[in-house]
């Protein structure tokens, strides 16, 4: 096929601010699928996407307009989910930035934006929902001057259809096409990749040089393995085989890949009898953030967690896995994730598309612990913290965050953030209304709520994006949670020492609220080291064996009381505290 009627892009935009729609607009105006087939978000597949309204995974599709194929990769938009856009970007020559008329420029727009600048993507600015009666497209094309540079953005409004013809236009002359020779030796970047049952590994590709169709011989160059190719295919959007893939192209292929491990997302797919020379430059490994462990609440369905675990990995490079084990909770995996909204999207998908029932235990971030004998460790578990008179110093990580508001939310704003230990750097006004700050907070201080309670405080027009820059020293504590003296470290946590005694008051208290009652008494405590800081009982549940009594001797009746307190000790010695999943999720609500 020749390159020059090949156009790679993807829609890249802040959460919310119409880019599902718009895909389904171009999908519906080239006709790619029949009306029969349209409905809203069509390439939002998955279940969790359309009950919630976002995209969770890039998502491949190929379009035709006039004499041209453009291939359209959507992204998500949500902060967690960066790592999906980066992926995409590496497979596209330009780029749709679409930005809300009524909300204009807000912190992921930038962010998205400087990651298409970074690629050296051609930006194509899309300023969408002019519909709305609070639309201000002349103010946000001013933004998208002063804060992007970017001129010429086209204006629609994707719910009703308008500009979309504009916007396939733009694509066509403003997008430069691929380059790639079909006679040179076979390139193709693998930037996703599924499971299927049947078919095994289905690696997403995009062709850089070469060609490969069914029967040829591939290797994939990561791990060296050599397989032959059984079919390829588009996305248009259902996967459709075609007779090969040239320079340019993207779609998939299969080649009987069992192993999980040999489909590296990043990877560089070349022909085992005319070899590439080097790799493709791939994708930087990412390093997850936010770490918790799961655990089946069936011990005997360890081994089905194990391999959804695995095939999730497949589809999810950003997500990481270890096997772990507790006393409370038996053999489980300890998962590292992008941020909190991450984790739960992994959980869902995990129950919902492998039927498993899981404990999650409280989030918590990386910290670096330099001992008394100058070694230097990574702590991604309170469990794995050396006590403290083996500590020197803890350090932990910290990101810098860019804040978009109206300047009417700036006060309470900038109070919930320094309330979390937020530093803050600057102030800018992006335009009468719109303020911008920027703060340097450590990462353990959002992880839990800070984005619900910044969306409370801003009524929902507040948006923040951040980027890792690093560790400082910290003066941090880890809380032991004891369930009649026994620790029970999934719900063990660390956190800053100032609030140490309020967030271990909080939590015993919930648990006291989550944990059922017992034919004995449950102490719960909150400890660091020996020293008890916070304290609640469950009461037992108090079972009248007097009453089958009737007359007789008052003494008949203190025999019996005085062996159902005998059978109370003897309970609360060896009786097993049973712990809801409501108790692990009580952690996540301690502010």
Do not use: W
């Amino acid at each position: 096929m020749d390159t020059e009627k090949i156009r790679n892009f993807s829609i890249i935009a802040h959460i919310d601010h119409g880019k599902s729609t718009l895909a389904d607009r171009l999908l519906e105006f080239t006709k790619t699928l029949p009306p029969r087939k349209m409905r809203e978000q069509v390439l939002d597949e998955m279940e969790l996407e359309r009950e919630r309204g976002i995209t969770i995974k890039a998502k491949a599709v190929r379009l035709k307009h006039e004499d041209y194929i453009l291939n359209l990769i959507d992204t998500p938009g949500h902060v967690d989910f960066s790592y999906e856009v980066s992926r995409s970007l590496a497979a596209c020559e330009g780029v749709l930035l679409v930005i809300d008329a009524s909300q204009g420029v807000q912190a992921q727009t930038l962010a998205n934006a400087y990651l298409a600048k970074q690629a050296s993507l051609a930006i194509i600015p899309i300023i969408n929902k002019i519909d709305l009666k609070t639309a201000q497209p002349e103010e946000t094309e001013k933004q998208i001057k002063d804060l992007l540079g970017l001129e010429n953005p086209i204006f629609t409004s994707a719910k009703k259809g308008m500009g979309t013809e504009d916007v396939l236009k733009a694509i066509v002359e403003r997008i430069p096409p691929p380059r790639g020779e079909p006679s040179r030796p076979l390139q193709a970047l693998i930037f996703d990749s599924i499971y299927d049952s049947y078919k095994g590994v289905v690696v997403y590709i995009r062709v850089i040089q070469g060609s490969v169709k069914p029967g040829d011989r591939i290797r994939l160059m990561g791990t060296g393995r050599d397989f032959e190719v059984n079919e390829v295919g588009i996305f248009s959007p259902e996967m459709r085989k075609v007779e090969g893939l040239s320079p340019g192209e993207v779609g998939y292929l299969t080649a009987n890949i069992k192993d999980l491990r040999d489909a590296k997302v990043g990877d560089t797919i070349t022909s085992t009898l005319n070899p590439a020379q080097k790799s493709l430059p791939g994708y930087k490994e990412v390093k997850p953030f936010v770490f918790a462990s799961l655990y089946s609440v069936r011990s005997e369905d360890f081994g089905l967690l194990r391999d959804a675990l695995a095939k999730l990995k497949l589809n999810d490079a950003s997500f990481s896995f270890v096997e772990e084990s507790s006393l409370a909770l038996g053999l489980g995996f300890r998962c590292g994730f992008l941020g909190l909204l991450h984790m739960e999207i992994v959980q869902e998908r995990l129950e919902r598309e492998y039927d498993l029932d899981l404990i999650t235990t409280a989030p918590s971030v990386v910290y670096r612990v330099t001992t008394k004998e100058g070694e230097t460790k990574r702590v991604e578990n309170p469990s794995k913290l050396p006590s403290p008179n083996e500590i020197e110093e803890i350090q932990e990580p910290y990101i810098k965050t860019i804040i978009i508001t109206p300047a009417e939310y700036l006060g309470p704003i900038m109070q919930l953030v320094q309330g979390r230990r937020g530093v803050y750097r600057n102030t800018k006004y992006l335009d009468q209304n719109t303020v911008s700050l920027s703060y340097e907070i450590p990462l353990s201080e959002i992880i839990l709520d800070f984005y619900d309670k910044l969306k409370s405080v801003s009524r929902g027009y507040a948006s923040f994006d951040y980027e890792h820059i690093g560790y400082r020293k910290t003066d941090s504590v880890k809380v032991n949670i004891l369930l009649n003296n026994e620790k029970v470290e999934g719900l063990s946590f660390i956190t800053h020492k100032e609030k140490a005694y309020y967030r271990a008051r909080e939590l015993v208290a919930r648990l006291k609220e989550a944990i059922p009652q017992h034919l004995f008494p449950v102490a719960i405590q909150g400890a660091i080291g020996g020293k008890v800081i916070a304290r609640e009982t469950v009461k037992a549940l108090r079972k009248d064996v007097t009453a089958p009594l009737y007359g007789g001797d008052v003494t008949r009746k203190r025999k019996l009381l005085e062996k159902q307190k005998k059978g109370k000790k003897r309970m609360k010695e060896i009786g097993k505290v049973s712990l809801p999943q409501e108790a692990f999720l009580s952690i996540l609500k301690v502010e």
